[in-house]
């Protein structure tokens, strides 16, 4: 985590002052509906775009600075957008449930083991029927400079077996401010089948109070923002800010 908090004291390459393309072409074609979920959002230009288009929309990150902001570019916007620090892999812990979750950028930072975790994590608030977009660096992007894993597309459909359907995957297009970059990508959409699976396991050292957080595992933690609601409390509204 501290890698990417670091990142943005700067400008990180994959922060390009707007909306990724593939995004806003998704969001043309009607293929983003309803409430909608921002994983690993930066400072937040995805969600803002599917904000100003009209979807209650969340951000989350766990890099702290990152979420700070895309909170201040939401109030600058006033942008109907909700910004959490919270871990991609306990997305359970936000209480909350959407139609659309998008993840620009953050599949291809997992490790093996992290995948299905993450799968899991997303199917716990992804309403049935839902769609979740990923958006990911291909084997066919060179690793001369370095960057994240490159993923392929087995290795999608493996992660994504499991409660999912995949309605397509297809060749895409990442954009950064490195010139070096080809950008070479895949963009997978799937399908929530079935209700949302019971969370994964957590270790029994996790999950103690700490500050008022709740520690995750590599230092992430979702920052409560109001009191726990029940059954008859009506949801909170969003507001908010690769």
């Not at 985590?1 to 922060?15: I, L, V």
């Not at 201040?72 to 991609?88: D, I, T």
Request: proline share 10%; aromatic share 10%; net charge positive.
């Amino acid at each position: 985590m501290q890698f990417f908090d670091r990142a943005y004291e700067g400008t990180p390459p994959w922060e390009i002052g707007r909306p990724q393309a593939e995004f806003m072409a998704l969001e043309q074609e009607g293929e983003i509906r309803g409430r909608v979920l921002d994983v690993g959002c930066g400072t937040g230009e995805n969600a803002l775009f599917y904000a100003a288009r009209g979807h209650e929309t969340w951000a989350i990150d766990f890099a702290p600075l990152a979420i700070q902001r895309a909170r201040e570019k939401g109030s600058v916007r006033a942008a109907n957008v909700r910004f959490e620090v919270a871990s991609a892999l306990e997305l359970g812990d936000l209480g909350e449930s959407f139609d659309t979750v998008t993840d620009c950028g953050m599949f291809h930072t997992f490790s093996d083991e992290h995948r299905p975790r993450y799968s899991r994590s997303l199917a716990s608030v992804l309403r049935p029927g839902g769609r979740l977009f990923v958006l990911c660096f291909s084997e066919r992007e060179p690793t001369d400079w370095g960057g994240p894993r490159r993923v392929t597309e087995p290795e999608l459909r493996a992660t994504f077996d499991d409660g999912w359907k995949v309605r397509w995957i297809r060749a895409a297009q990442f954009e950064t401010t490195q010139p070096q970059v080809s950008g070479h990508a895949w963009m997978a959409s799937f399908e929530r089948r079935g209700p949302p699976p019971p969370p994964p396991p957590r270790p029994s050292s996790r999950g103690k109070p700490v500050n008022g957080r709740r520690t995750g595992e590599s230092g992430s933690s979702v920052r409560p923002t109001s009191p726990p609601r029940n059954d008859r409390t009506p949801r909170h509204r969003s507001k908010r800010a690769n």
